[in-house]
């Protein structure tokens, strides 16, 4: 190491001591910590393998499969796993700056291919098994692939890609039986353990790209680089609360940021071990046995598997969790109720995006409020934004680009790959915009209300989807719901509920009478949910509600409008 990487590295473990020393203090630590300051940075190199001999023998990684068997993995081992994976990719002609798509699920190699790119300097592009041809089509063309890695099952999925990149693609499987010109990834067994960059690595090259998951328009390619995902999740890691020897288990799929956040940089910056159930199908009696078979000592889940869980009797099942965390999309008071009166332990919910690291939210020490998501975390100057590009107690989750004394926040991703008109409109006027609408308190709390684009108006009111949601789960019946406006000829619009029934309920119109009173007697007037339907919800292949769909769905509708199947009108329902 030259004299300003180990000068950079030491600038990096600074600023990660202050944030774990700084623990259950987030005043302190949103006023003392500022975001380092990195010209030469390889995380990998730099903080992993340095963990890798600090604690050699500490569990870094930890796999369950569906039928119980596990795969370990020590810091030690898995910084030299990671060095032969890197080694065995240069022999087959990956270079720094080639991309790399990882499309695997929640297995060891991921990892190691993780570390071993980062090492390499080549730039990973991280992708879902639930990928269409046409999603692989799009990303190995728009992402300027060379390099793919697969399961071995899935080799016949990448058949005839090559013409979508710019040079043939090197294949490697991971797993025995994938045909010729696939590389098995056992090979890398056989590959030096010892592993010496060609040269130092800047902290902004590039060395990752994340396709969005595409809610209202087609994926966007965000870029980061190794200072913006690896030192930028220092604001995650402070979030979570996780410390070394911590036991994290994230409940989410590869291929998108929030795996990246919670099962690889944060619990890794910390110095934690990364835990990973890989059920066939997802089961929550055997995730609430696993919690306490295993002593997890921290869990993240999005809200839907919160939902699922809450649906046991929790008290029955006596967990060490010390920390509960939610993020996705915002989390609804009534589950963090119940999870606190049976294991007395509050779920902080979390905000950030895949441009961005955490950005707000509940850490360790600071007071819960209902519906809140918390407030600005260490690094993050956040502003609400009016219409009129004015700060506001409502407006556009906003980040300011240029603070003195704090400058750029670190975890902010450079830009768009291929969008120049994207990056003017989202990084206009010193701020950068994440499309969110949020309101703040005078304590400085910020609670969502919806993206910019799902808020709609109803009767000349402004109303927000996730507002009337949070009511309607509270509904015993009700396991998920969305809300969109419906026209109306009167009104020009009027909230409509498109509703996921819990197991149990029937989708009749009793149900539906039973749904409304509800929501009748916890909402004002204007906000009444006035149309219901129960319907599967279209999500995208992470899992969020893609509102838009239904929105399109009801413009579509003819005026005056008339209940379909399945469909029950507040106002012809009282009528009965």
Request: with cysteine; glycine share 8%; aromatic share 8%.
């Amino acid at each position: 190491m030259t004299d300003a990487t180990v000068r950079d590295a030491e600038a990096f473990r600074a600023a990660r001591d202050f944030l774990l020393q700084h623990r259950g203090q987030p005043e302190a630590a949103v006023a003392g910590f500022r975001w380092p300051r990195l010209e030469h940075f390889n995380w990998a190199l730099d903080h992993f393998d340095r963990l890798g001999r600090e604690q050699p023998e500490a569990p870094a990684l930890v796999i369950v499969d569906d039928a119980g068997g596990e795969s370990r993995c020590s810091y030690g081992e898995l910084a030299t796993r990671s060095n032969r994976a890197a080694n065995w990719l240069a022999g087959l002609g990956v270079a720094r700056g080639d991309r790399v798509l990882l499309m695997l699920g929640n297995v060891v190699p991921l990892w190691e291919l993780m570390l071993g790119c980062m090492k390499l300097g080549a730039v990973m592009i991280p992708a879902t098994t639930l990928l269409s041809r046409d999603d692989l089509a799009d990303r190995i063309a728009r992402g300027r692939v060379r390099a793919v890695v697969a399961a071995a099952d899935q080799a016949a999925r990448f058949d005839g890609l090559d013409a979508q990149a710019a040079t043939p693609l090197v294949r490697i499987a991971v797993g025995s039986g994938a045909p010729p010109p696939w590389h098995d990834y056992a090979g890398a067994d056989r590959a030096d353990a010892h592993f010496v960059p060609a040269q130092p690595t800047r902290a902004d090259e590039l060395m990752l790209l994340y396709f969005t998951s595409g809610t209202t328009s087609k994926p966007k390619l965000v870029q980061h680089t190794h200072a913006s995902y690896p030192a930028g999740h220092l604001s995650t890691m402070f979030w979570t609360g996780l410390e070394p020897g911590d036991v994290h288990w994230n409940i989410s799929s590869p291929g998108w940021g929030k795996h990246a956040w919670s099962c690889f940089f944060a619990p890794f910056n910390a110095g934690a071990c990364v835990f990973i159930d890989n059920p066939a199908r997802f089961d929550a009696v055997r995730a609430l046995d696993t919690l306490v078979a295993r002593r997890i000592t921290s869990l993240c889940a999005p809200p839907t598997v919160w939902r699922m869980l809450i649906q046991q009797p929790l008290a029955n099942w006596r967990v060490a969790l010390r920390s509960a965390l939610a993020a996705g999309e915002p989390l609804n008071p009534e589950v963090i109720d119940q999870v606190q009166a049976a294991w007395g332990v509050t779920i902080r919910d979390g905000y950030g995006q895949t441009e961005t690291t955490a950005i707000v939210g509940n850490p360790p020490g600071q007071t819960v409020k209902a519906g809140s998501m918390g407030r600005p975390l260490p690094g993050w100057r956040v502003v609400l934004l009016d219409p009129d590009d004015r700060p506001a107690d409502e407006g556009e989750i906003s980040l300011e680009l240029d603070v003195p004394e704090h400058g750029r926040p670190l975890g902010l991703m450079p830009g768009y790959a291929d969008s120049p008109e994207k990056n003017a409109e989202v990084m206009a006027g010193g701020h950068y915009r994440t499309g969110d609408v949020a309101q703040r308190d005078a304590e400085g709390y910020i609670t969502y209300v919806g993206r910019a684009d799902d808020v709609f108006k109803a009767s000349d009111y402004r109303i927000s989807p996730f507002e009337l949601e949070s009511v309607l789960i509270e509904h015993p019946a009700v396991a998920e719901a969305a809300v969109v406006p419906s026209p109306d000829a009167l009104k020009l619009a009027v909230p409509k509920a498109f509703v996921v029934l819990a197991a149990g309920a029937r989708p009749d119109a009793a149900t539906a009478m039973s749904i409304l009173a509800h929501c009748r007697d916890k909402l004002a007037p204007y906000k009444r949910i006035r149309r219901l339907e129960f319907a599967e919800l279209p999500k995208t292949i992470s899992g969020k509600i893609r509102r838009v769909e239904l929105r399109r769905k009801e413009d579509a509708r003819a005026l005056p409008a008339v209940a379909g199947p399945g469909e029950y009108f507040d106002d012809a329902l009282r009528a009965r």
